[in-house]
Nanobody, 121 residues
């Protein structure tokens, strides 16, 4: 079992920056990757950024070069640094953990509660 707690969302002006945090607890050693997703009203949830246990990262095309995902293993925390924010970045951002569930014998996904990011124009 993994618990995820997100923080750092809020209201920011166009061109501003925010740093989201996701603190993981529980069976943290089972986590293979962490990711940030977002969902805007009326739209599908989409992958924003992902980082594996080995440190490999990938990003949505729309945020590449603007957002950075990172992790602090000592704090069991994953971050999403968002720079040059635009109105289209407005969404609820969700933290996701990919784990191997030894009880089920397969991978399981865990989600945080979400944090609202609003970019005003």
């Amino acid at each position: 079992q993994v618990q995820l707690v997100e923080s750092g969302g809020g209201l920011v002006q166009v061109g501003g920056s925010l740093r989201l945090s996701c603190a993981a607890s529980g069976s943290i050693f089972s986590i293979n990757a962490m990711a940030w997703y977002r969902q805007a009203p009326g739209k599908q949830r989409e992958l924003v950024a992902r980082i594996t246990s080995g440190g490999t990262t990938n990003y949505a095309t729309s945020v590449k070069g603007l957002f950075t995902i990172s992790r602090d293993n000592a704090k069991n925390t994953v971050y999403l640094q968002m720079n040059s924010l635009k109105p289209e970045d407005t969404a609820v951002y969700y933290c996701n953990a990919e784990t191997f569930d030894y009880g089920l014998g397969r991978e399981s996904h865990y989600w945080g509660q979400g944090t609202q990011v609003t970019v005003s124009s």
